[in-house]
């Protein structure tokens, strides 16, 4: 009964199950969300929208992200991860629902709400994973959730364009999304919560480079403070069912430590580098049609292949950072060079052959990228605020989205290359920052 290797069998049964049950959430969420992503714009036309109130009812969602990453983000730190998702899922189901019923524009924007403000089951899953493994295991686990969550987002459009065929396609497609995220909170609640703390302690026994989320219960105030000057919020006091206003309390004092936390050089290279990709894809299309007379359906298939090569290059983020022996700031400088570089190459390509070279490498060195920034914004902020600083980083890309479309506008009067051009500068931009600001970063992990 007391055999220590019946005890370490279990141990590493645990963060297994785990973990790939939140594979599999991911999966499912991204899934459900890819159904219906194509056939919003067709279908708020359908409704009689003009394509200007189409472009500002498409919008909200990204606003409404915006100003919800962080909050629901620090949210998760405060009432913890089962509660926060739980409701998260169910809301998003609730929206979609809705949409399903969109019978009329302002139904479904009203439809668009709650799962504008609510739809970080995403994020909640990363932070849950981040307390869940070590900080050396970070980069791995994430990898393969990215990975597992990038297969759902492709192979979701394809099941949408089907359900689509049928009459009434659309509102079968909500529905079906619904339907996958209720399937979701359910096996959110069915997850061995009580192993997941089990294992949050011998985590922690193990190592003394992170904090995890199940520490918080051990604090005797909720103002003491973490090693990154986060506060330390007991969960044992506070739940989802107590007065909202200590919820809103804590929430405000994570969301201000994070604010004011000398954060600002990694959430600017993650609004650089993700302008820079955005820029990259903005007029992808259009671009190729004009350089290389391609028709939109090979160029879709190209983004096909850039896709499901980023979602492979998932499975590659764990080797690469044990190669690098987990220096994440050296790796993230490195990525991004590459990134910058392949921008270039597919900026002044001669031919489509470099086209496709460029993208397929890029695919790779934007996911071990983004990877590599999530994890150094939790090793700076302390993986004890895992939700709040995912959160931030959100909303620091949603950023982008609101920019990227402006900017590739302008860039594109210019020149169809314009807006990679300009994704060339940001990114060295990016570059600078990170040239600048890694010796300081490795001063401060010491």
Known sequence: MNNPTCRTYQKSRRPTRIIKCIY???????????????LLSHHVKALGASPTVAGVVGSTYGVLQLFSST??????????RRDSLLTCLLLSAFGYALLGLSTSIALFV???????LFKHSLSICRALLSDLVSEKQ???????????????FILGPVVGGYLAEHEGGFYLSSFVCATIFLLNAGLVWMLPWNDALNLNLDTNSNTN?????????NCSDETHRGPA?????????????RPAWRQLSLVVVQMRTVASSDMWDVFLVRLLMALAIMLYYSNFSLAMEERFELKPKVTGYLISYSSTLGAL??????????LYGNDIPALLLHSTVLTCSLIFLYTTAPSVWQVVLSSTFFAISTTIGRTCITDLELQRGGAHASGTLIGAGQSVTAVGRVLAPLLSGLAQEISPCGPPS????????????LLIRTPTWEKKSR
């Open 24 to 38: 599999i959430v991911g999966f499912m969420d991204l899934f459900g969300v890819s159904l219906i992503i194509p």
């Open 71 to 80: 909050f629901i983000g620090s949210w998760s730190d405060v009432t913890g």
């Open 110 to 116: 009203l439809a668009r709400i709650p799962v504008g």
């Open 138 to 152: 970070r980069p791995l686990v994430m990898g393969h959730f990215n990975a597992a969550s990038s297969v759902g």
């Open 209 to 217: 480079s992170r904090k995890p989320y199940s520490e918080l219960n």
């Open 229 to 241: 000057g986060a506060p330390c919020v007991s969960r044992a006091g506070v739940s989802l069912f």
């Open 313 to 322: 290059a998932g499975c590659l983020v764990g080797p690469v950072t044990h």
């Open 422 to 433: 300009l994704g060339v500068a940001l990114a060295l931009l990016a570059v600078g920052v």
